[in-house]
């Protein structure tokens, strides 16, 4: 007998073509019928609830009054809730974030019975290779998902173990067909048996028992109340059947009974089956550059901030941290990030980002303002402090803002010595924009904003303060024109269409027409890229450039504009007339110190459905390249071979080299190796005839959610077919990455922890009598400068350092992004008691010895480990 499991479900996007207030007014009428069918039948033992908690937030805040009722149905096992907060993207969403959303997922579940113990993402658009080891972090042993997979990863069954390098596993049950095969089931029974036996062919030929799942739901699908009278009809349609209803537990049950299941690895991002999008990574990228800079405003600022703020014994804002987490985490639904979704949808989330940004540029400004204002000193003069949230000292040339009435000022340390620092620019700003009491007392005098440049060391994740003294010296702005840039590590020179010739004096390689653009045609949609057939690209090796270099004592900025003639539409491109444009502004700033080239491209987009991208040639050929993914490293080969079988096959997407990355991507041999840092596009391919060349997207311009018979995808649109004007990105964006190079190969160099740096600037407080929102003084004092701990070993990299979710303790998560194993060992600079080894989820594993206030413990590569202290 075949078991077949049907399972009552929905799959509850919170937003897509319709927005989230739209499908809340649907989700308070199906949830009353849920729980209505739930509590009078008792034949009807199961529903789950999407794997979402953000449902029931969404509903509680219309009906609070049925928590109750709620409750009582998940601590009987019917009503089957958790653990994700919203059903993650898992390409481009950080590890931190993927980690609060289960972290808040769960706790959220905690408050009325305990979580569905399934990493269930049955709609995601790829599955990273990192997951079975996020979801081991909170003891979930199970996966369900759908899209990415092939025969090509090792199996053609659906059911299969799949593991971690650091030997983490899960079992997975593939939905083969997807989440909704078993919905709107039909009465009729000629219907129902030929929908029924084109699902048993391919569900009994993947399954390893005799156990298969029919999932009952599908998007925004109320219950299906005459569901008993279809199981009467199936019985009777197949009598060599077991039809009945269940959940998804009991079918793991069933299969880890199995004792040959094969063990796979790797990420699943083959769209042979099912469509992963390969290339959605770049749509909307005003969206999806805000998500990584907050992202990693959140961990690489915020976090480290308040922790050093705990430690001195003020208050960690918990409640405001995870306001903002839940914030950007409703834009993190495979939907919502990936921005495949109406225009009025992209305007929530885009509102979202908004408040997310304020509420975290707010709470990093406070967190340094306590710190600051409580220093312990006689001295009145104004204060700058600077802090370095990585676990080791760090000379850096700073760029920051001194605010003072003086007219002239020196800075000077703690122990009394200057420190020189360069002009770069000088504004007057009216006192009112300080504080408007100033102005409220008769003081009309300006204050004076000083963009100053400084080079000096920083204690590891501490500060340095600095005294803003007034001086009779008259203060001029620095710098000098030079026709090219020279530092310690480089020489770089501008192209006269704007792009650079560098050489780099370490490696003693040459690098020409870096940061050269291409443009080309998308007839695609919000989920993919489509290229023109045959279309001729165009490049911007013939715009004419304009550049300025200035020079200061500690590094050079190039500025350079052009702008980038295109066709206006692709009606205008197949018959290449080049009638509008996009306006480029580049700035380019090179530190003296570091081999580090930081670029900003501001652009002003207005041309219709294309492609923009930014080249990089290493002179480098290659096979493969290294980016990163969640808490690691990926190596994916730079020509799919699948392109060479994939119309044969019939697959439902071509499986272009299109891939995501999250903060680094970069090609190297056994000499060297140039990298791509990011914090805004997170999606790259290697190109050229030798596969030599990094290009990065900086945006696609597209005017529908979904379009069908595309190039890349022949057949049915993706989504529907509703017009999208906003997605055409008329108008600016803004985007921050870096270069750098290096000698090894990339994960020798261990990219990631440039990468990590570039990512985590040093931050500046300007201490000064005024501001228009007082605080008390507080009865902690702080030392002028601090260090709360540092690293031994420059290996690992930092992910976050932040408190305990319910323990007075902190916890410091690392993980080890190389193909390795090392040691993690970190010093503690106070009295340590003890420290532990926690999971994701923050429970204890076991004690770690802490001698002589240091902790040490071993890392596997692509390991992520957290310490409890």
Not at 114 to 122: E, T
Not at 330 to 338: F, L, M, Y
Not at 514 to 542: F, M, R, T
Request: proline share 4%; glycine share 4%; net charge negative.
């Amino acid at each position: 007998m075949r078991n077949v499991h049907i399972v009552p479900h929905m799959h509850w996007d919170r937003e897509w073509y319709f927005s989230t207030e739209e499908s809340r007014i649907l989700l308070v009428n199906n949830m009353e019928e849920i729980m209505e069918m739930l509590e009078n039948n008792p034949d009807y033992p199961h529903y789950v609830l999407d794997g979402q908690t953000s449902i029931l937030e969404d509903y509680f805040a219309v009906k609070p009054e049925n928590k109750s009722r709620v409750k009582k149905l998940v601590q009987e096992g019917r009503l089957i809730i958790g653990p994700w907060y919203t059903q993650t993207d898992e390409m481009v969403v950080g590890g931190e974030s993927i980690v609060r959303n289960l972290l808040y997922g769960i706790k959220d579940c905690g408050e009325f019975g305990s979580p569905m113990q399934i990493g269930y993402l049955p709609d995601s658009f790829g599955q990273s290779a990192q997951m079975p080891q996020i979801l081991n972090g909170f003891d979930i042993q199970y996966s369900i998902f759908w899209r990415g997979t092939s025969e090509r990863h090792g199996t053609n069954k659906t059911e299969f173990y799949w593991e971690t390098d650091d030997g983490s596993k899960v079992l997975v049950q593939l939905f083969p067909l997807g989440y909704a095969i078993g919905k709107y089931l039909p009465e009729d029974e000629q219907e129902l048996q030929k929908r029924i036996d084109n699902y048993f062919s391919v569900l009994d030929r993947g399954a390893t028992t005799d156990h298969i799942i029919i999932p009952n739901g599908h998007d925004q699908m109320p219950i299906q109340k005459n569901i008993f009278s279809i199981i009467d009809k199936l019985k009777k349609l197949y009598p060599e059947r077991e039809f009945f209803l269940s959940k998804y537990e009991n079918i793991f049950h069933e299969i880890e009974k199995n004792k040959e299941l094969p063990t796979l690895q790797g990420e699943f991002l083959d769209g042979k089956y099912m469509r992963v999008h390969r290339s959605i990574y770049s749509t909307r990228m005003d969206i999806k550059a805000a998500n990584t800079r907050i992202e990693n405003k959140i961990t690489n600022k915020l976090e480290p901030l308040a922790s050093l703020a705990y430690s001195f014994g003020f208050e960690y804002h918990h409640g405001l941290i995870e306001l903002i987490w839940k914030e950007i985490m409703k834009n993190h639904a495979h939907d919502s990030i990936g921005c495949c979704c109406s225009d009025k949808v992209h305007q929530e989330i885009v509102n979202r980002f908004f408040l997310a940004e304020e509420k975290v540029d707010q709470l990093i400004n406070f967190y340094k303002r306590k710190i600051v204002d409580s220093i312990d000193t006689n001295v009145n003069d104004d204060r700058l402090t600077a802090f370095n949230l990585l676990p080791y000292e760090r000379e850096e040339v700073i760029t920051t803002t001194v605010l003072t009435k003086h007219k002239s000022f020196t800075l000077m340390d703690e122990h009394k010595k200057d420190i020189k620092f360069d002009v770069l620019k000088i504004d007057s700003l009216d006192p009112g924009l300080i504080d408007r009491q100033i102005v409220h007392y008769g003081n009309y005098d300006p204050f004076y904003k000083y963009t100053i440049q400084l080079k000096d060391t920083i204690p590891a994740l501490g500060y340095k303060t600095y005294f803003v003294a007034v001086n009779d010296n008259e203060m001029a702005v620095s710098g000098n024109t030079v026709s090219k840039v020279d530092t310690e590590f480089y020489e770089i020179k501008v192209n006269s269409n704007g792009s650079l010739s560098i050489f780099d004096k370490n490696i003693e390689k040459h690098f020409q027409n870096v940061l050269l653009l291409e443009n080309g045609g998308d007839d695609g949609d919000e989920y993919d890229y489509s290229p023109l057939e045959n279309e001729k690209l165009i490049y911007s090796d013939q715009v004419e450039a304009e550049a300025d270099i200035k020079q200061t004592n500690y590094g050079s900025t190039i500025d350079i504009r052009y702008k980038l003639k295109i066709p206006e539409d692709l009606t205008k491109r197949k018959s290449q007339i080049n009638d509008s444009f996009v306006d480029v502004h580049l700035i380019v700033a090179v530190s003296n110190h570091k081999p580090l080239i930081e670029v900003k491209f501001n652009l002003d987009n207005q041309a219709k459905d294309h492609r923009l991208r930014a080249l990089i040639p290493t002179g480098i050929a290659s096979t493969f390249s290294i980016s990163d993914n969640q808490f690691g490293f990926i190596k994916r080969n730079v020509y799919d071979e699948a392109m060479d079988i994939w119309e044969k096959e019939g697959w439902d997407e071509r499986p272009d080299s299109i891939f995501p990355m999250l903060n680094f991507a970069g090609l190297s041999n056994a000499d060297y190796g140039f990298c791509l840092l990011t914090n805004s596009s997170r999606e790259y391919e290697i190109v050229g005839k030798e596969h030599d060349t990094i290009a990065v997207t900086l945006f696609r311009s597209v005017g529908f959610l979904g379009k069908e018979e595309m190039l890349r995808r022949p057949g049915r649109p993706s989504g529907i077919k509703l017009p999208t004007p906003d997605s055409q990105l008329i108008g600016k964006i803004s985007l921050d990455f870096a270069l750098t190079t290096h000698k090894n190969h990339t994960l020798k160099a261990n990219v990631a922890r440039i990468a990590k740096e570039y990512q985590t600037p040093i931050e500046t407080y300007n201490k000064i009598p005024h501001d228009a929102m007082k605080l008390n003084n507080a009865d902690v004092k702080t030392p002028l400068s601090y260090s709360l701990l540092k690293e031994d070993h420059p290996s690992v990299v930092l992910s976050t350092l932040k408190k305990s979710e319910k323990e007075k303790k902190l916890l410091l998560r690392f993980y080890n992004p190389t193909d390795s194993e090392t040691t993690a060992s970190f010093h503690f600079n106070q009295p340590i008691a003890n420290s532990n080894l926690t999971n994701l989820n923050e429970k204890i594993i076991y004690n770690i010895p802490v001698i002589e206030n240091k902790a040490q413990i071993n890392m596997k590569k692509n390991q992520v480990k957290t310490i409890q202290f």
